[in-house]
C-alpha cells in the first residue's frame, strides 16, 4: 500500500508560480512511477506529467516548457514545479503511483492517488 498526500496548492495570479508536493508513505517509492494530473471542474481527470525514478518526465502539451517534475527518493517526494500559471490551469491536482512499464498518460494505469489540492490562477 502507498498513501500519497499532496500539499502546496493555492490561489496565485496569472504568470505566477506555486510548487506543488506529494509526500509518499511506505519503503518502495523509488520502484513506482509518479504522475499528476489535474481535474477542472466539470471536465474529466487529465494527465499532466509523469515523473520516473531515475528522473525523466513527459508532459502534455499544455504544461509543457512551464512545469516541471522532480522527485527525492530519499524523502519520498515528487515535486510539481509550475511556472507562467494560466486561468486554464486552474483545476485539482492529484499525484497518484503506479507500477507501470513505459509511458502512460491513462488514469486507470495508476494504482495510488492523493486527496488532491486546489489550484487557483486569476486573471
Known amino acids: 500500500q502507498v498513501q500519497l498526500v499532496e500539499s502546496g496548492g493555492g490561489l496565485v495570479q496569472a504568470g505566477g508560480s506555486l510548487r506543488l508536493s506529494c509526500a509518499a508513505s511506505g519503503r518502495t517509492f523509488s520502484m513506482y512511477v509518479m504522475g499528476w494530473f489535474r481535474q477542472a471542474p466539470g471536465k474529466e481527470r487529465e494527465f499532466v506529467g509523469i515523473g520516473w525514478s531515475g528522473g525523466d518526465a513527459y508532459y502534455a502539451d499544455s504544461v509543457k516548457g512551464r512545469f516541471t517534475i522532480s522527485r527525492d527518493n530519499a524523502k519520498n517526494t515528487v515535486y510539481l514545479q509550475m511556472n507562467s500559471l494560466k486561468p486554464e490551469d486552474t483545476a485539482v491536482y492529484y499525484c497518484?503511483?503506479?507500477?507501470?512499464?513505459?509511458?502512460?498518460?491513462?488514469?486507470?494505469?495508476?494504482?495510488?492517488w492523493g486527496q488532491g489540492t486546489q489550484v487557483t490562477v486569476s486573471s
Open positions: 497518484a503511483a503506479g507500477r507501470i512499464v513505459g509511458l502512460t498518460t491513462h488514469v486507470n494505469d495508476y494504482n495510488y
